[in-house]
């Protein structure tokens, strides 16, 4: 059997709202490496929201989301994964816990988190069990298997502690997103694994960065192009594959799915922010978080909030 995993982030580019970053690892025959996963599970999934007929969705979470659908497919398509994997959040809290524990226990010092365990996850659980069953029975049909979800939630001051250190905020992706490449080696290294990240920014090289992380580890140089820069680390009997693809989550399945977990914790995250300041000021408007939105959001707290007894620095990105 070989593993595949897929790596993809939410919330890069915001000013306001944590930075995740998420893996789903499959366990399925080596020959199913190359093929489109949405084909091979053509009953159970699909990655466009028409015609969906009971299918979970699972696509790039930028397609997944919109103001006027809100979080529904991402949320249906989380929670139906992690029912696959015998886990049943029920409330925001018990989500971090399932993903993220490492970051739960800095969460409780933001005032806006701090009544996390209330915020329950509203969805509908039949539909989800149904849909988890369906999943479960197709990829079985096809001895694959879903065996892990994982995040890396940076809260705002963690974020801005880390930049602060590197002075590149590209950097802290690429490390959060090195912790979740060598999670999975340390968990699946005995099989074949292959990794796929989606790529941000217009860096091809990753080579001396991968040999930092695996300096144990002989590497080849498969491809680097502008659209794909593909490494094998190799030690002894045991190896691994990596690439780096523009858009990986809108061409592979486990990209896809990391990409929707990312997005779905923020946006919860993000809507806790959003509920703590709208309760200060009843007339506030909601924010995304993004750096013109999020400018005028900081400017309204600042005019209409007073006293405003917060810590920005655990509000406010630094970059």
Known sequence: MAILVGIDEAGFGPILGPLTVSSAVFSLDHELLDSDLWHVLGKS???KRKHLAGRL??????????KSLGI????????????????NPGTLDELLQTLCPNCHKRLNGYPWYQKIEEHRISSDLTDVEIAASVFADDMASKNMRLVGLESCCLDVEHYNKMVGSVKNKATVLFSTTSALIQQAYKKYGDDEVQIIVDRQGGRVHY??????MFPEMELTILKETPANSSYELKSGKRKMRIHFVVKADGRFLPAALASMVSKYLR????????RYFINLHSELKPTAGYWK???RFIKDIKSNIKPLNIDMNQLVRCR
Do not use: F, M, P, W
């Open 45 to 47: 999934v699909a990655n």
């Open 57 to 66: 969705l699972i696509c790039d979470s930028k397609k997944a989301y919109s």
């Open 72 to 87: 529904k497919h991402l949320e249906r398509t989380v929670l139906a994964s992690l029912h696959y994997l015998g886990q």
């Open 207 to 212: 080579g001396r960065n991968l040999l930092r």
């Open 267 to 274: 946006e919860l995250l993000v809507h806790n922010i959003n």
């Open 293 to 295: 939105d999020g400018s």
